[in-house]
């Protein structure tokens, strides 16, 4: 029998913290602190990044992307 095992929260609270939307993780994403990892094109209103599950590499990450205007999007992806 093993322990329990430790998860690492969703990207979203990984990002911005407990109750926070997809909104919230995209304003973070639009911040300095992810230049350079995000994709951004305003005039087909869309945006996107790859966010590390964790800070193992060997965890993978999450490829994101939002549509619509970039302070506001629609959809997400």
Not at 13 to 22: I, P, R, Y
Not at 36 to 59: C, H, L
Not at 64 to 76: I, Q, S, T
Request: proline residues 9%; charged residues 25%; contains cysteine.
């Amino acid at each position: 029998m093993t322990g329990p095992a430790t998860t690492e929260p969703l990207f979203r609270t990984a990002l911005t913290g407990e109750n926070s939307g997809l909104r919230d993780a995209f304003r973070v994403i639009r911040s300095e602190r992810w230049m350079g990892e995000q994709v951004v094109d305003p005039p087909r209103r869309i945006m996107g990044a790859r966010v590390p599950v964790s800070s193992d590499a060997r965890e993978g990450y999450w490829d994101l992307c939002a549509d619509g205007p970039v302070d506001a999007p629609d959809l997400f992806t």
